[in-house]
């Protein structure tokens, strides 16, 4: 038998390593333009093309390469960096596999020009394909122009899957970011289809920040700063009114390295805890110094997870700073006096009872008295009662072999989802309601029914209702929009302007009124007829977050646009509802076309059997 197993070609396995290194534009901005900080450059620029499909450009002065290293450097596992396998424990660059330029080289057509500062002449080199086409000595100034055409040309289903420009452009200007925030002594630059949309000038991390993210930020930023034998802490917090309700402006850095950590995003929101509003996210910009024999950053082809050797450590560290700097400048937190202990209220009640009985007479000899009590209840007996009386109240009692037979004729209601169970309406359970519903914790709908009840998750209720409206919207344009009295004025991100600028046309259809103001507004003229009057920039900020949260759902425009606008305007849990607003909940989900699950795939609603139930109260 003839043997099957052999050695890949060259071309094919950089291929295949692009595929993990490379994975959109963005990758190769990142790559790029670390390896220009590597060089030591003090100032780089970054010329970007149709978001990176056609053009990527870094131009740096760092300290460029001679003529045998610039063709080594498009070679697998060619690097500078590491020379042994113990210096994988002792990495203080930004890059050290050597698998970034060959697998860009694989999959793009490169030219390279680069010269050091004691040479004469630089060294032009093109390449396509993992394939040399040219190397010539040039003249050029001292550092490395690099410039990646047609990304993915030779790999079309890759290029295939690569978003819209604007998503693109956010990615690119996500990494860009992250950069620009861990080397604020370096110039920065990016230029986006002729446009510069960034000029950071070197400076301190303050500046950068205001320079990312706008001159409001000043005022919002609280500084941190520890440091011990084991670890140093610098970098700034944003002050907790100042939270959003959307993630992306939080930012870790490791040795100068940006990495994602839940673990440690959980100990900053722990000392936010109870001084920030549930369900958003503080800015925050920290640094963590720490010996790099203490890390293992070798665990990700991105780099951006890493292994601690004492993850707990580091955790206690950053929340105590965090916690510090919020006490240092006063924003401590406040107490909720709600949340008393059951054994401390019992005795406040005790002893409110011993002192009312101080001044009463004593108990007749023979009164049957024996516990101490006078024949009125405790007061924490009666708490009980009345807790025991609210919770029951609304809920009408049930006979079972109550006459429930509908007296009009019963809604037929049809369903998309092929693969559920048809919902048996004959009896007019759904479409008559015979019981009021009532809600409890604030999160749930239950709503009799013949055979049992349902139990309906309001919010998830909710996002289907508007996300079929929505889609609806689309294909007719019914919904209609209430004109504001004063318009109203809402600013983005650089990132977040081209990705509204995109979806602006599908908006307005959905009952909005918004027009482009320039550089980084918009201005609100109108909004949908139900929208709560005063919540227009909250829901289009929310609008865009969650938008780019479905990005990677592979889903059109208007259908991503429809379910995004639909979690942002629908109720949420713990939003107290009348009787009139849940049983307009229920009717409009029966209504729905697939009333069974909410947009993002959870249950809208349970169905429990009577006959089930009263099964587990016999013995």
């Known amino acids: 038998m003839a043997d099957l197993i052999q050695l890949l070609p060259d071309h094919i396995a950089n291929q295949i390593a692009a595929g993990e290194v490379i994975q959109r534009p963005a990758s190769a901005v990142k790559e790029l333009v670390e390896n220009a900080i590597d060089s030591g450059a003090t100032a780089v620029k970054l010329v970007v093309k149709d978001a990176g499909k056609t053009l990527i450009q870094v131009i740096d002065n760092g300290c460029g390469m001679s003529e045998l290293d610039a063709r080594i450097c498009f070679e697998r596992h060619a690097t500078s960096k590491i020379k042994e396998a113990k210096d994988l424990f002792a990495i203080n660059t930004m890059g050290f596999r050597g698998e970034a330029l060959a697998s860009i080289a694989a999959i793009a057509q490169i030219e390279m020009r680069t010269k050091k500062a004691s040479d004469e002449l630089g060294t032009k080199i093109i390449i396509e394909g993992s394939e040399v086409k040219l190397q010539e000595a040039c003249q050029c100034a001292a550092g490395t122009t690099i410039s990646i055409k047609n990304l993915f040309y030779n790999v079309p289903a890759r290029r295939k899957f690569l978003k819209s420009d604007s998503v693109e452009m956010n990615h690119i200007y996500n990494e860009f970011t992250r950069i620009a925030l861990a080397n604020c002594d370096v110039f920065f630059s990016l230029h986006h289809n002729d446009n510069e949309v960034y000029h950071l000038a070197a400076g301190n991390l303050r500046q950068r920040i205001v320079g990312l993210f706008g001159a409001n930020w000043n005022k919002k930023l609280v500084p941190i700063g520890e440091e011990t034998d084991a670890i140093k802490l610098t970098g700034y917090i944003g002050k907790p009114e100042f939270a959003k309700k959307r993630r992306g402006d939080q930012f870790f850095f490791v040795n100068g390295r940006f990495i994602k950590s839940g673990y440690l995003h959980h100990a900053v929101m722990k000392a936010f805890e109870d001084i920030m509003p549930k369900d958003t996210f503080p800015l925050y910009v920290i640094f963590i110094e720490m010996d790099p024999?203490?890390?293992?950053?070798?665990?990700?082809?991105?780099?951006q997870e890493i292994k601690f050797a004492d993850e707990r450590l580091v955790y206690n560290y950053i929340k105590v700073?965090?916690?510090?700097?919020l006490g240092q400048y006063s924003i401590s937190p406040t107490l909720d006096f709600?949340?008393?202990t059951f054994i401390t209220r019992q005795q406040e009640m005790e002893a409110a009872q011993n002192r009312a009985?101080?001044?009463?007479?004593?108990?007749?000899?023979?009164?049957?008295?024996?516990?101490?009590?006078?024949k009125e209840e405790h007061p924490l007996q009666q708490t009980n009662l009345k807790n025991w009386k609210d919770l029951f109240e609304g809920v009408e009692a049930f006979d079972p072999d109550e006459d429930?037979?509908?007296?009009?004729?019963?809604?037929?209601?049809?369903?998309?989802?092929?693969?559920?169970?048809?919902?048996?309406?004959?009896?007019?359970?759904f479409s008559k309601q015979r019981k009021k519903p009532y809600q409890i914790h604030n999160q749930f709908i239950v709503?009799?029914?013949?055979?049992g009840f349902l139990l309906i998750d309001q919010q998830a209720a909710h996002e289907r209702i508007l996300y079929e409206k929505y889609m609806t919207?689309?294909?007719?344009?019914e919904v209609g929009t209430q004109k504001l009295l004063f318009p109203k004025t809402v600013t983005f991100s650089i990132s977040d302007m081209d990705i509204m600028s995109e979806v602006l046309p599908q908006i307005n259809q959905l009952g909005f009124d918004i027009q482009d103001f320039g550089k980084d507004s918009f201005v609100i003229h109108g909004a949908p007829v139900d929208l709560k009057s005063g919540k227009e920039e909250e829901v289009i900020g929310q609008l865009v977050e969650q938008y780019k949260q479905n990005i990677d759902l592979y889903v059109n425009v208007q259908d991503n646009l429809a379910r995004s606008l639909a979690k942002s305007m629908a109720v949420k849990r713990g939003q107290e509802l009348t009787t009139t607003e849940m049983q307009l909940i229920i009717d409009q989900l029966f209504g729905c076309q697939v009333p069974y699950k909410s947009p993002s795939g959870r249950h809208c609603f349970i169905t429990y059997d009577l006959e089930e139930i009263i099964k587990q109260f016999k013995d």
């Open 357 to 374: 009985n101080k001044g009463n007479a004593q108990p007749a000899a023979g009164t049957n008295d024996t516990q101490g009590f006078n």
């Open 404 to 429: 429930t037979e509908p007296q009009e004729r019963p809604m037929i209601i049809e369903s998309g989802w092929k693969d559920e169970a048809s919902i048996d309406d004959k009896e007019g359970s």
């Open 338 to 340: 709600n949340q008393e």
């Open 293 to 303: 024999a203490d890390l293992d950053i070798n665990i990700h082809p991105t780099k």
């Open 473 to 477: 919207a689309f294909r007719n344009g």
């Open 447 to 451: 709503s009799q029914i013949k055979s």
């Open 321 to 325: 700073t965090v916690l510090h700097a």
